[in-house]
């Protein structure tokens, strides 16, 4: 083996020696085991949730792999119909060409070429992440499985009544002119305005004061050339005799009705509100109420019409309906129209006043607009009758959120749905299989020969197909069963469904673990999963959200590979529209990383995961954690030098031979069980950052920090039996076997390299570690005696290194050592362990006392009721002790005093970040702790 681990050397050619055998595939024997990948964007790259999610998912697939379970991990992307046509455009744009210039059939073909030549790009960051998903199933949500299994999805729900054709309100993308889900929605808090107007009581109607006019506040000027009517609070004593009277709508000159309605805040603005249900969410809950008309200003741009439009809630034009809208107002943008509007009531004595305001305003994620809700014609799923089986899958136990405190979203949003607008205004999709003939009747099947045969119409029926495509979630609501083969009978639709677990966030609980429970029950009866394990959202470590415009975020593949400090200056920054911001950016990252990323490899990254993969619902990414774990896969390639040095080429017990196993080996053997045990429960558990803590205390301490240090005397020692050694190499390599196994699954790179070289030594055969059995607990193997002996000794071992660094004893110095107070049970493993104790705590002779006799000025320490001692005579000068503890004592205070005045400082504990007061926190515990330590120390050295 190299002398030092070097994870860039092995991984790239591991994995594609994984892949290149099929290593990945379900055995086909075994209890099935499947896990489905949420499928990322196919325009996306890896980020850290992916990395942590994926990290999961990967363990659990390797864990069960290797408990012989037939083990699927079904991959697969989306095809991600906003963000794909949005990349393909700019592509198009930077050569001045539309879209619409290509017209629909050409600009899909063009989107499949980008596909092919860069859609790739998140698989192959998955592969160096080590995900061991089956890729010969790789699935697309646009391939031709899944589009057939969306088209039958879309006619039965259709022919059934669930899928409709309505006008309702949508958030609408101004800028892609399509319908987007509340998930494409961020609200930003903006700074804005509350404008109060006058509006004209009608019919020479007066308020209680005597004005013949009421003020109405709004946020949205723009959109009162819709208002329908103005609302008040029923328990509003100021306005209860104007409700059922009007007020004339100023600019447009139409009378509309003040109603009562308990939506109004009285105490918000006026409390009085403006209703244009076109146009709010809230505002159409109220207009539906009272049955006040729909009128819509905006065009699909969002811009004013020419002529509003009116509907009732059925979605019926109002034929008598005046459209009419004020002279200069057609064709401005709504921006436009808002400063004319305010303009126009200024002019006519109606802006009573304008205010500050804060207020949260939505914009599309991908294009940064203002989103606006919207009077369209969309396809809707009523989902009541899917959701009922759905919810009783959860109550009665069928599926199971971990942590459980989950099932509660889950059912607050069930309990609550509306129906699911799943249309959407492009042209990179699954197109709607719906036709329309000239009356604008609709006819819905697969195709338009299906269509044709379905309805009995012949070739003289124009038929023209909806230009609408479908909301990509429909397609992934389909994904537990269209991904293995549905409609037809497969035999994985047989085998995998119900997977066994799924891996996501809790942000989607209602956009796609929901959705997929009603689609899988509906169309296989089953559920589509047993469990749901939510994870917790990864951010910076203060516990910022990671986003490109807080230049926090960090990427997987540069903790991986490494990044000098300009190339990550540039990743964070670049693009940026602010200098100012860019430049702010730039001057943090230069200071958090002034010699940018050192690489880690991917098994300390995962370990990392792993390691936090806690029940918390947010997850501060620590780097520094990184880095620990990357010392730990270098404990454990020196550990795997070290056993190979001793035990290639020797007699390891592999081939049968008389074997004596030391205290030690029996120790080791043990120990091995309880970490077998623990992490196998934790796991099961999904307690990810349990189970590698099992891990990694049993490999750093008690193997490589006791074990192989125990070891050496039997290896070394002339006096040890040629089954002795046998014993302990045998021991050295199995125990390392069994280490590599454990861990495989959560650092996959690392082990295989290293069993690969182990293998023939512990009489393994196979061509990789992924296929050897998990390690199972072995009951027989566990040496109570010999393990409580060995605690005995490590213990002692432990007090003779306290008494060193209390006394500031140089570790290589041989001390004399006395015990005192002993029972028989201390002298038998005295005596039995002697050689142990010596080597390891660096002794150079030992003395037992009895309980009279005079003992020398003497440092001690204890274990249990008996007392080892290290006599102080010619070891330190006391004095020379007392004078450096006692300037270090001084160094120590000053240092608890400028921390305790800090956290007493209201400016900074008020102002600070909770994260920046936490951490001052545990310092001045720290600090207090050093203190404590050495006042003890100097207050032995006082008695001496």
């Known amino acids: 083996m190299e002398k030092a681990y070097n994870p860039q050397s092995i991984e790239q050619k591991w994995y594609d020696n994984w892949e290149k055998n099929n290593y990945f595939a379900p055995s086909g024997e075994g209890n099935p085991y499947c896990i489905l990948i949420p499928p990322p964007n196919v325009t996306g790259s890896l980020h850290m949730g992916h990395a942590f999610q994926h990290t999961i998912m990967d363990t659990l697939t390797r864990y069960h792999r290797m408990k012989g379970d037939n083990t699927l991990w079904q991959t697969g992307t989306d095809h991600a119909g906003i963000a794909t046509q949005m990349v393909v455009e700019r592509q198009l744009a930077a050569a001045n060409i539309k879209r619409q210039d290509l017209g629909r059939d050409a600009f899909i073909e063009k989107v499949w070429e980008w596909k092919h030549q860069s859609g790739g790009t998140i698989t192959q960051q998955m592969r160096r992440l080590g995900n061991s998903t089956d890729w010969s199933r790789e699935a697309f949500t646009m391939?031709?499985?899944?589009?057939?299994?969306?088209?039958?999805?879309?006619?039965?729900?259709?022919?059934?009544?669930?899928?409709?054709?309505?006008?309702?309100?949508?958030?609408?993308?101004p800028k892609f002119h399509t319908a987007i889900s509340d998930l494409e929605v961020e609200n930003h808090e903006e700074k804005g305005f509350l404008w109060h107007f006058r509006y004209p009581l009608a019919n020479g109607a007066k308020t209680a004061d005597g004005k013949d006019y009421i003020v109405v506040a709004t946020t949205r000027p723009e959109t009162m050339l819709g208002d329908t009517a103005v609302a008040v609070n029923p328990a509003d004593e100021r306005y209860k005799e104007l409700v059922g009277k009007s007020v004339m709508l100023p600019l447009v000159n139409r009378e509309i009705p003040i109603v009562a309605d308990d939506y109004v805040d009285m105490e918000f603005g006026t409390g009085c509100v403006k209703i244009t249900p076109a146009h709010d969410f809230n505002d159409y809950d109220v207009g539906k109420r009272h049955n006040i008309a729909l009128v819509n200003i905006f065009s699909k741009d969002?811009?004013?019409?020419?002529?509003?439009?009116?509907?009732?809630?059925?979605?019926?034009?109002?034929?008598?309906?005046?459209?009419?809208?004020?002279?200069?107002?057609?064709?401005?943008?709504?921006?436009?129209?808002?400063?004319?509007?305010?303009?126009?009531?200024?002019?006519?004595?109606?802006?009573?006043?304008?205010?500050?305001?804060?207020?949260?305003?939505?914009?599309?994620?991908r294009s940064n607009e203002v989103v606006e809700p919207f009077l369209t014609d969309q396809w809707y799923v009523a989902v009541e009758s899917l959701a009922k089986p759905a919810i009783e899958a959860v109550e009665q136990g069928d599926i199971k959120f971990v942590p459980e405190n989950w099932s509660k979203t889950y059912f607050q949003w069930m309990y609550n749905l509306q129906d699911w607008c799943i249309s959407r205004q492009l042209w990179w999709g699954h197109r709607i299989p719906a036709w329309y003939d000239a009356e604008g009747n609709v006819y819905v099947a697969e195709d338009e020969a299906s269509v044709r045969k379905k309805y009995n119409l012949d070739e003289s029926v124009e038929l023209s197909q909806d230009n609408d495509v479908l909301d990509t979630w429909f397609s992934s609501a389909l994904w537990p069963f269209a991904t293995l083969g549905w409609p037809e009978e497969t035999k994985e639709l047989e085998t995998f469904v119900p997977s066994s677990v799924l891996v996501t966030g809790f942000d989607i609980i209602f956009f796609w673990v929901a959705r997929m429970i009603m689609m899988t029950l509906k169309f296989t009866g089953k559920v589509p999963f047993k469990e749901v394990y939510i994870t917790g959202l990864i951010r910076d470590e203060s516990g910022e959200k990671m986003s490109k415009s807080k230049g926090n975020v960090l990427d997987p593949i540069d903790l991986i590979d490494g990044i000098d400090l300009e190339s990550l200056v540039e990743k964070r920054t670049g693009?940026?529209?602010?200098?100012?911001?860019?430049?702010?950016?730039?001057?943090?990252?230069?200071?958090?990383?002034?010699?940018?990323?050192?690489?880690?490899?991917?098994?300390?990254?995962?370990?990392?995961?792993?390691?936090?993969?806690?029940?918390?619902?947010?997850?501060?990414?620590?780097?520094?954690?990184?880095?620990?774990?990357?010392?730990?896969?270098?404990k454990i390639w020196n550990a795997a030098r070290f056993v190979l040095s001793n035990t290639e080429g020797e007699d390891c017990g592999q081939n049968g031979g008389e074997m004596e196993l030391a205290l030690a080996d029996r120790w080791i053997w043990g120990r091995l069980q309880t970490a077998i045990a623990d992490y196998e429960k934790h796991i099961t558990e999904y307690r990810f950052d349990l189970a590698s803590s099992s891990l990694?205390?049993?490999?750093?301490?008690?193997?490589?920090?006791?074990?192989?240090?125990?070891?050496?005397?039997?290896?070394?020692?002339?006096?040890?039996?040629?089954?002795?050694?046998?014993?302990?190499?045998?021991?050295?390599?199995?125990?390392?076997?069994?280490?590599?196994?454990?861990?495989?699954?959560?650092?996959?790179?690392?082990?295989?390299?290293?069993?690969?070289?182990?293998?023939?030594?512990?009489g393994n055969d196979g061509s990789t570690i992924m296929t050897q059995s998990f390690p199972s607990y072995d009951e027989s193997r566990v040496d109570?005696?010999?393990?409580?002996?060995?605690?005995?000794?490590?213990?002692?071992?432990?007090?003779?290194?306290?008494?060193?660094?209390?006394?500031?004893?140089?570790?290589?110095?041989?001390?004399?050592?006395?015990?005192?107070?002993?029972?028989?049970?201390?002298?038998?493993?005295?005596?039995?362990?002697?050689?142990?104790?010596?080597?390891?705590?660096?002794?150079?002779?030992?003395?037992?006392?009895?309980?009279?006799?005079?003992?020398?000025?003497?440092?001690?320490?204890?274990?249990?009721?008996?007392?080892?001692?290290?006599?102080?005579?010619?070891?330190?000068?006391?004095?020379a002790e007392k004078a450096r503890l006692t300037k270090e004592l001084d160094k120590i205070g000053k240092e608890k005093a400028r921390l305790a005045g800090k956290l007493s400082n209201p400016n900074f504990v008020d102002r600070a970040p909770e994260a920046v007061v936490a951490k001052e926190k545990e310092k001045l515990a720290e600090v207090e702790g050093v203190l404590s330590k050495l006042e003890e120390q100097k207050a032995q050295l006082d008695n001496m």
């Open 143 to 173: 391939d031709d499985n899944c589009s057939n299994a969306v088209k039958e999805v879309f006619v039965r729900l259709f022919d059934e009544d669930i899928i409709y054709r309505g006008k309702r309100l949508v958030n609408w993308d």
């Open 575 to 634: 693009g940026m529209m602010q200098p100012q911001k860019a430049e702010k950016i730039a001057k943090r990252t230069r200071k958090q990383f002034a010699d940018g990323i050192e690489s880690y490899g991917t098994d300390a990254l995962r370990f990392t995961f792993c390691a936090l993969a806690s029940t918390s619902r947010d997850i501060n990414f620590d780097l520094g954690r990184v880095e620990g774990y990357r010392n730990f896969c270098n």
């Open 784 to 879: 109570s005696a010999a393990v409580a002996d060995l605690e005995w000794v490590k213990l002692v071992v432990e007090g003779v290194r306290n008494i060193r660094g209390e006394m500031n004893i140089s570790p290589k110095t041989t001390v004399p050592l006395l015990v005192h107070n002993g029972n028989a049970e201390d002298k038998r493993r005295l005596q039995e362990n002697e050689t142990f104790l010596s080597t390891l705590a660096k002794i150079e002779s030992i003395q037992w006392t009895e309980a009279d006799d005079e003992l020398p000025m003497a440092a001690t320490s204890l274990v249990g009721d008996m007392e080892i001692l290290i006599p102080m005579a010619g070891l330190i000068d006391v004095e």
């Open 302 to 365: 969002a811009s004013i019409r020419t002529t509003a439009e009116a509907f009732d809630y059925k979605g019926k034009t109002l034929e008598d309906f005046d459209g009419r809208l004020p002279e200069g107002y057609p064709g401005l943008d709504r921006f436009d129209a808002r400063k004319k509007i305010i303009a126009d009531f200024e002019q006519k004595g109606l802006l009573d006043s304008i205010k500050d305001h804060v207020l949260q305003v939505p914009r599309g994620d």
């Open 696 to 762: 990694y205390d049993f490999i750093w301490n008690e193997y490589c920090g006791w074990y192989l240090e125990l070891s050496k005397p039997v290896l070394s020692s002339d006096a040890s039996s040629d089954a002795a050694k046998r014993g302990t190499r045998h021991t050295l390599v199995n125990v390392l076997d069994n280490i590599l196994r454990l861990a495989h699954p959560m650092m996959p790179f690392l082990t295989e390299e290293i069993w690969q070289r182990l293998a023939p030594l512990a």
